[in-house]
């Protein structure tokens, strides 16, 4: 739809479908790691990187390559479950509330500093 918005000369309009498209998808990673869904998450990580790479973004496209590399091809087949599951935490225990363990991090140590 873009493409032809771009076609006939309506820029404007195909922009906003653009944004759009990129905008549902950070939303469906939001909810995907709100979830703990790690294969939506995957699903999302594929699509952004070729959005990274066609986008000029090499440095973000190739850690997501590396990534999925690395998953794919070197870690066993017994790991890779094990790895995705420390990406996130929940730590109220409760459906749809986990978020990354970097941001988990932080939550510590600021609570450490106010401590």
Not at 2 to 13: H, I, K, L, P, R
Request: net charge negative; glycine share 6%; charged share 25%.
């Amino acid at each position: 739809a873009a493409q032809t918005a771009m076609e006939n000369g309506d820029e404007v309009f195909a922009h906003a479908i653009l944004f759009l498209r990129d905008a549902l998808t950070f939303e469906e990673f939001n909810s995907a790691v709100h979830d703990a869904d790690v294969g939506r998450i995957w699903n999302v990580y594929t699509f952004w990187l070729f959005m990274m790479r066609g986008a000029g973004c090499h440095n973000y496209g190739n850690e997501l390559l590396e990534l999925k590399a690395q998953f794919t091809h070197e870690l066993p087949a017994l790991l890779r479950p094990i790895v995705e599951r420390t990406w996130l935490v929940n730590r109220w225990g409760k459906k749809g509330r986990s978020i990354p363990t970097d941001r988990y991090l932080e939550h510590n140590n600021g609570f450490t500093k106010v401590s």
